[in-house]
């Protein structure tokens, strides 16, 4: 019974988008408008290509957003050394900015198609994947139905499941199984989300670690750091990054608060959408604070409050412009986000406690000292003035988080050893087509080196 409730709620679904499908471009038109789709691009969304396909197999690989792209990048860069053709799909603005900057030539970016019938065969019939490889928790049933229906393997990699999915998805056990069985693997980041992606219907499970550990370090551009260094002068100073919706009235009551005892103090703000700067930048000036806008190209000046960092793809230097670093998405949103990037940066890292998307890398963070919870903005501004008055403590901090990122590489070593099997045959085809000699690929390597990979 449960199984036939989920085959028609999936054909309902399935039903409703192909009905709404004729009617979703004003959505599309009014999301360009407010900077959320690139409206030039628009009709990838319908699953209308912007390239020709290449000749030989390709592999489709999908990131929702800037942080799933960012750590599936070294798959990615691994993919093009071994010569494979490579669409990559993303889903906002912003994170086509930033990984496009960062793409071989070889490798297509794509916005990623409606899940909507029409567009997903749209474009499953122009690329036609031999590999579908899917981002953390990037679920969409049409487009795994139809890639199931042309026997395409999809595999996810670098998988979560947060608490809240989980429940969700739990309620729907008939779909969530139905769905999930149809994944040929799935490379989970830690025990628990293994587990809890088995319950819902993953019949082949691996666990890899987090990707986002092997990320490389953000890059940053050194004429503009040793521009904004030189403008800061050695001015104490901490960065609060990646905020969402409501942090930033946040990061304001608690520069107020750092003035109170450092009078020169100066405050970087990073907000993770960009497009909200501009009404940003007026909530801070209407509290009588001067921000400088580094897309403008303004100085950081000795009355400069609030550096505001508006542009995208810039956030190694921003990072890299202050010892301390409060990691948003953690205070009044829910979730967190990434903490390798400020480790990796060299920063003291703070966050406020909801950040269940990152549990097991805050949870080694903290256990080695290398990251604090925060429980408001109060207890915010406590800790940075607390690591500004010991600047010993706050460098501990930043050994600690490097060496527990250190400790916690190796991710994609396993996870290239897992999907080894997948990818093979497709470097074996290459193979043939270009004469190959006959040794063994890099992946084989891998996977020999590296047995706990495997999926089980």
Known sequence: MSDLWAQTALNTYRFAG??????????????????KENFARRGERYGIAGFDRPEGPLIWLHAASVGESLAIMPLVQHFEKQGLNLVLT?????????????????????????????????FLDHWRPDLAVFAESEIWPTTILELSRRRVPQVLV??????RSYKRWSKQSGVANALFEKLAL???????????????????????????????????DADQLALRQSQIAGRPSWTAASTHRGEEEIVADVHNRLKQSVPNVLTVLV??????????????????????????GAAITPETDIFLGDTIGQMGLFLNLTPIAFVGRSLK?????????????GAAILSGANVQNFRAPYEALIQAGGARLVSDGANLADHVLHLMANPHEQAEMVRAARRTVDAM?????????????????????IGLERGHTGEPSSSETIISANPAGQAR
Not at 23 to 35: L, T
Not at 276 to 286: D, F, T
Not at 333 to 345: D, T, W
Not at 413 to 421: E, F, H, K, N, V
């Open 18 to 35: 192909s009905c709404l499908y004729p009617f979703v471009g004003g959505w599309i038109f009014w999301r360009a408008r407010k900077g």
């Open 90 to 122: 993303t889903g906002t603005v912003t994170s086509a900015t930033v990984t496009e900057t960062r793409l071989a030539k070889s490798t297509l970016h794509q916005f990623v198609p409606l899940d909507m019938k029409p567009a997903v065969n749209r």
């Open 158 to 163: 670098n998988a979560r499941m947060s608490d």
């Open 186 to 220: 799935v490379v989970a980041q830690s025990q628990l989300d293994g587990n809890r992606l088995r319950d819902l219907g993953a019949r082949r499970v691996a666990v890899s670690g987090n990707l986002k550990f092997d990320s490389p370090i953000l890059p940053v």
């Open 271 to 296: 907000p993770r959408h960009p497009e909200r700067c501009s009404s940003i930048k007026q909530m801070l000036e209407k509290r009588g604070l001067t921000v400088a806008s580094h897309q403008s």
């Open 333 to 345: 949103a829910k979730g967190g986000q990434n903490p390798v990037e400020p480790a990796l940066a």
């Open 409 to 429: 590489r190796g991710s994609l070593a396993r996870t290239l050893a897992a999907i080894d099997p997948f990818v093979s045959p497709l470097q074996m085809h």
